[in-house]
């Protein structure tokens, strides 16, 4: 007969990655079939297959190598999606959260440790600590529904790195109550250090990240890039003494602002993370659980019992205690302790630190039933916490649905359909950037490229270029699960082309690169965006790049007087106000006092969170003057009018030469405003102009007159 057990545990290298990967494969299929989080399904697999189970597979180094990777990934980001500037504002609830949800279980756990388990007053401290620090597992559940950004889940992400540091730090202070020559020099040198890592950090990587990404826009440059970052400050981390999941936030939290939310980096960031290095460290954890040990007696699950239910208990208490003082609503509870309650590396980090700590000549002061009780403790923590998180997230997500919608005529984004109008490859790809920064992802709507040739005897080299040119924004709007259509259009005028191909696909606005000029004195508008604006009376956006959009650090934009009163108005703030909110970067407002309030109201109203700034500009005339503000990561937006609107004015007449004069080499913006609510087929009479020059036969007469008198 057969004996299948000669062939396990598997030790091909080809084999147990090719199980692991069914694991990674299957698992989200059964549990789904389970209504069960497929995190849970991983940990389960990994009992399974497990030395304590099957044991199909040994926890190699592979799974000590690719489960570090998780858990730094994990927590990398953490703190690449958090909302930094949400964390500077509510940093008195991060501080009281967080201690909370540290001391709370601490205390709890250290009393029932002492008097319902017996343990040493050491032992059951270091139980404290196990039960203080908790792991973000369930975190990807979070960002599967978006909600990466919501006030109750940046408060968990920041108070488990709070009590997860602190708990480190009394755990430091307990091994070295057992070594020599630790004193208080021990713990000056030890801070010093850390202050200089934070230091460091926060001066040496914004210099690099900006050094590199401007240089270099090869896709996996960097994102080797950002890893390589990544695992530096976690080691640099780990050499000063702390665990590197420390190193590893806060590398995230650095990098955060120049790797924007919803760019083609961040999309693969997050899908490699969640395709490979998480469910290999899930898979792990449950290889270290030994489910047999609640079969060891009464005593062992007494054990168990205690440790999950006064360490849950203990976050569950500092969870909805806090949102009590908070007064937030019982969802945002749910969620801080759906975060804030499981155990997985951290525990596991410090039973092993315990496991080497010797109490007395062949005694330790981790013993086996502590350890048992540990490890089981995490897998019951893992589930109440995947299964709390995602009942947290629903309860939100349909919260946020009943008080946020919008009926569709008051929404700047009911009709969003972006066309985008590239034909240079060189700034293709940051045209696509800036329209993913536009729009609204909870929409899903796609993005239309278009490439308008000219019908000539070139027009077959051109179009081939063309569609050259569109499958590889379609490749990269793939990348970021965006759906996009593409057309290379033929016509013998191409601002007819595109107003065409703008009505046949219904778009909403155009976002295209401003001419590039070789000329020493050419027309600023080129040859037919003057011809665009004026027939089309949706909103345009003329672009113009200097350096990439993620290392911009201030957007500074010029509004002019009675600018409220355009039907385009909420729909250039909405585009701005999102692309601010995903650069995380400052933007200022310019503009008179009544306009400022509006959009200070809008803004209040809809992107709480964004960093703006207002500063009074009494007359357009004052456009130079502000040259002087805009620096080379700057970007500087003029929201300008057409003729006959309430908002033109004679003064934009000179808006070309001020801008070719005071603006040269600077990132630039121009926004044409929608001149109507809605959609309309543009009408043709007798009494009205068939083309408007650039300038006009008046203004070419008193400039005349003006170099004759001087």
């Not at 545990?9 to 084999?15: A, F, H």
């Not at 000219?454 to 709007?477: C, F, K, P, S």
């Not at 080499?665 to 083309?691: C, R, V, W, Y």
């Amino acid at each position: 007969m057969l004996n299948l057990a000669q062939y396990f545990p598997i030790t091909s290298p080809t084999l147990i990655f090719f199980v692991v990967l069914l694991i990674i494969l299957f698992a989200p299929i059964v549990m789904g079939k389970l209504r069960i989080p497929h995190i849970i399904g991983m940990v389960l697999a990994g009992m399974l297959i497990g030395k304590y189970g099957l044991n199909i597979l040994e926890r190699d180094s592979s799974f000590e190598l690719f489960g570090k990777v998780g858990l730094l990934y994990i927590m990398f980001l953490a703190g690449l999606e958090m909302d930094t500037e949400s964390v500077k504002k509510n940093s008195k609830r991060f501080l009281i959260f967080g201690l909370l949800t540290c001391l709370i279980p601490l205390g709890l756990t250290y009393v029932m440790a002492i008097w319902l388990l017996h343990y040493s007053q050491t032992a059951s401290f270091l139980l404290g600590c196990i039960m203080a620090s908790n792991t973000l597992i369930a975190y990807p559940i979070i960002s599967r529904y978006g909600l990466q950004r919501n006030s109750s889940v940046m408060l968990s992400v920041g108070s488990s790195m709070l009590s997860l540091f602190m708990a480190l730090l009394m755990l430091a202070a307990l091994a070295a109550s057992y070594g020599e020559n630790v004193g208080f020099g021990f713990w000056i040198l030890f801070l010093l250090k850390f202050g200089f890592f934070c230091f460091g950090s926060i001066w040496l990587i914004p210099k690099l990240a900006r050094f590199f990404l401007r240089r270099y826009s090869d896709s996996i440059m960097q994102f080797i890039f950002v890893l390589s970052v990544m695992f530096f400050s976690a080691a640099l981390s780990e050499a000063i003494g702390v665990e590197g999941i420390v190193g590893a936030f806060i590398a995230g939290l650095i990098l955060n602002r120049y790797i924007p939310h919803v760019s083609p980096l961040m999309n693969r960031i997050e899908f490699i993370g969640n395709a490979l290095f998480i469910p290999y460290f899930l898979i792990g954890v449950g290889m270290l659980i030994n489910i047999g040990t609640l079969f060891d007696g009464p005593r062992m699950l007494w054990i168990v019992f205690l440790i999950a239910f006064f360490g849950t208990f203990g976050k569950a208490l500092a969870a909805y205690l806090s949102s009590l003082l908070f007064k937030l609503p019982k969802s945002a509870g749910n969620m801080m302790f759906g975060l804030t309650c499981a155990h997985a590396a951290g525990a596991i980090a410090m039973v092993m630190v315990g496991m080497r700590l010797e109490v007395s000549p062949g005694h330790y002061l981790v013993t086996d039933d502590m350890l048992n009780g540990v490890v089981i403790m995490i897998l019951i923590t893992c589930i109440v916490s995947t299964l709390m998180t995602e009942h947290a997230s629903q309860q939100i997500i349909l919260q946020q649905t009943a008080v946020n919608g919008l009926p569709t005529d008051a929404n700047p984004s009911s009709d969003e359909k972006m066309l985008l109008c590239v034909k240079y490859p060189d700034i293709a790809p940051q045209l696509l950037e800036l329209s993913m920064m536009m729009r609204n992802p909870k929409h899903k709507r796609g993005i239309v490229a278009l490439n308008v040739v000219y019908d000539d005897t070139n027009a077959t080299v051109h179009r081939e270029q063309g569609l050259r040119l569109l499958e590889q924004l379609a490749q990269r709007a793939t990348a970021s699960d965006i759906d996009m259509q593409t057309q290379v259009r033929l016509a013998t005028n191409i601002a007819n082309g595109i107003k065409h191909a703008f009505r046949e696909f219904g778009a909403s606005e155009i976002i295209m690169g401003m001419h590039v000029h070789t000329d020493v004195n050419p027309k600023f508008w080129g040859e037919f965006i003057q011809s665009l604006y004026n027939g089309l009376n949706r909103q345009i956006v003329l672009t113009r790049f200097v350096q990439p959009l993620n290392t911009l650090r201030r957007i500074q934009v010029v509004v002019p007087s009675r600018a409220e009163f355009e039907p385009g108005f909420h729909r250039w703030l909405e585009r701005l106000s999102r692309m601010a909110g995903n650069l995380d970067c400052r933007i200022q407002f310019h503009g008179r006092n009544e306009s400022i309030e509006l959009i200070r109201e809008y803004i209040n109203n809809r992107h709480p969170n964004v960093r703006v700034e207002y500063t009074y500009m009494a007359h357009w005339n004052e456009l130079p003057r502000l040259a002087g503000n805009i620096s080379n990561d700057h970007m500087f937006v003029v929201v300008t009018a057409r003729k006959g609107t309430i908002s033109y004015k004679n003064a934009m007449e000179r808006l070309p030469n001020e801008l070719q004069q005071h603006y040269s080499g600077k990132n630039l913006m121009i926004i044409f405003p929608d001149q109507h609510g809605d959609a309309k087929e543009e009408s043709m009479t007798f009494t009205m102009a068939q083309h408007q020059e650039e300038s006009s036969i008046y203004n070419t007469i008193a400039q005349w007159i003006n170099k004759k008198r001087n």
